[in-house]
């Protein structure tokens, strides 16, 4: 897996914003049970977050967002 994910890296770093995106969820749909995707769209001058998941109760998605939050954090410290 970590093969493919190191090829993915590469590939992702060659193509637009656009299929970026495409291939990310891709890669999440192969890769992951669950996922949360935050996302950003500059409409005119402003920045417009949302945030689209596989989880229905949105405690699961704070607490998960928070989990990954402290693992990146730790992954850092290291």
């Known amino acids: 897996m970590k093969k493919y994910k190191n090829i993915f890296i ?3 770093n060659e193509i637009d914003e ?3 995106v ?3 969820c891709d890669y999440a ?3 992951c049970d669950k996922i949360i995707i935050v996302g950003m769209k500059n409409t005119a001058n402003t920045e417009e ?3 689209l998941s596989t989880y229905n109760d ?3 998605i704070i607490w998960n967002l928070e989990a990954a ?3 990146i ?3 850092f410290r290291n």
């Open 10 to 12: 590469k590939i992702i």
């Open 18 to 20: 656009r299929q970026k």
């Open 22 to 24: 495409k291939e990310i």
């Open 29 to 31: 749909a192969y890769s």
């Open 49 to 51: 977050y949302s945030i």
């Open 58 to 60: 949105d405690k699961d």
């Open 69 to 71: 939050k402290l693992s």
């Open 73 to 75: 954090l730790k992954q």
